[in-house]
């Protein structure tokens, strides 16, 4: 109880400096924080799009046990509907905070653009709370338990879609030349299916240590593990490809080897300790234990901040060949390479997601009953 009380508060504190630091940046503009008009999209929406990919992901356990029917997993079905919602949850808070005005966002969610992702991905995310309301209720309601396989297969579906139209926002987005790569669709998928579980299994080892048993431990370290290797080859297909294009070379040389600091956050940051760390934690015969694999979770979820950093501000930060061919100059800086330094409240705001995140995963569990036990939650159908 100490504990939970502990983190309650630390979490609340979290999302007031937030609060805080949204309401700053508000009543003085970008011109406190590092975003410029070519760089856009900072820090708060590397975190914003780290929770909302995540969310998608976590819904892995409870999509293993309902849609696939694997029994072992279904005790821990609850929380995984649970920390989608909060990890969509605080995405979201993000960006309602950090794109301005966020009083207009009734504007937002009654009028709609079809030919805008944007306006797509507003409805895949109020679809998904809905889904999840539905899933919980199901898992945690005995009477309407015969309905947990047909919602669990609805949310499966639903989630790919959502991760699909989150990865297109940058798949269609031509006015940048390190997107526009259908690629990035289906690595968005990967990420999602491997941030969401190594969230998963930080909340369930935060909320009451390491309740795997042995065998199901093995089995989602094992799945994690094979969701990094998945993540890295789609990352290595999406890097191949642009290399095959000629007017994709400068980019990939300013992303890969030239452009400091994002180099060292993709090889080092990504690469080395976001994925084949983790991948030793979890495949090495003397480890893959408990701590092994929350160490590794914890590394996943690093290594994600690191790649969408990279993918997110790197990408914007490479100028927009206009004209290829020919040489354009202007006053303006026309091929020059944007320079970015996020500030304090860019970080507070981004953190303040996360924070969002586990008070409603901690109110949730305490709400409703859910423990991470390896053992049903009291009124789970099958």
Not at 155 to 163: H, P
Not at 177 to 194: E, T
Not at 223 to 243: D, M, R, S
Request: charged share 10%; hydrophobic share 60%; proline share 4%.
């Amino acid at each position: 109880m100490r504990s939970e009380r502990t983190a309650l508060g630390i979490a609340l504190a979290f999302l007031v400096i937030a609060l805080y630091a949204a309401h700053f940046m508000e009543t003085n503009g970008h011109v406190v924080t590092g975003m410029t008009n070519q760089i856009v999209w900072g820090v708060p929406h590397v975190f914003a799009i780290f929770l909302i990919v995540a969310a998608s992901g976590a819904l892995n356990v409870a999509s293993i046990a309902s849609a696939f029917g694997e029994k072992a997993y279904k005790p821990h079905a609850a929380l995984s509907v649970l920390l989608a919602v909060a990890l969509l949850a605080g995405g979201l808070l993000v960006l309602v905070l950090d794109l301005g005005r966020p009083e207009r966002l009734v504007v937002a969610a009654t009028q709609y653009n079809f030919r805008s992702i944007f306006a797509w991905n507003m409805l895949l995310y109020t679809g998904l709370f809905a889904i999840c309301a539905a899933y919980l209720w199901t898992l945690l309601e005995r009477r309407y338990g015969r309905w947990t396989r047909p919602v669990g297969i609805v949310a499966f579906a639903w989630r790919i879609v959502l991760t699909t139209g989150t990865g297109s926002i940058f798949g269609f987005l031509v006015a940048r030349q390190a997107y526009a790569a259908a690629v990035i669709a289906p690595l968005f998928i990967a990420l999602s299916l491997a941030w969401g579980l190594a969230a998963f299994l930080l909340a369930q080892a935060a909320l009451g240590g390491d309740a795997l048993d042995e065998e199901t431990g093995r089995r989602m370290g094992r799945l994690l593990g094979l969701f990094v290797i998945v993540v890295l080859w789609l990352a290595a297909v999406y890097h191949a490809t642009n290399l095959y294009w000629a007017r994709e070379s400068a980019f990939e040389r300013f992303i890969l080897l030239e452009g400091s600091p994002y180099p060292a956050l993709f090889w080092i940051g990504f690469v080395a300790l976001g994925s084949a760390l983790p991948l030793a934690l979890l495949y090495h015969p003397r480890l893959g234990g408990p701590r092994s694999r929350i160490a590794a979770a914890a590394w996943v979820t690093a290594g994600a901040l690191a790649f969408l950093y990279v993918f997110m501000i790197g990408g914007q930060a490479f100028p927009l060949e206009i004209f290829p061919g020919y040489e354009a100059r202007s006053t303006f800086g026309d091929g020059a390479i944007a320079s970015y330094a996020p500030s304090l409240a860019e970080f507070a705001l981004g953190l303040g997601g996360i924070a969002a995140a586990a008070l409603v995963t901690l109110a949730g569990a305490r709400l409703f009953s859910i423990q991470p036990q390896g053992r049903p939650p009291v009124a789970a159908g099958d």
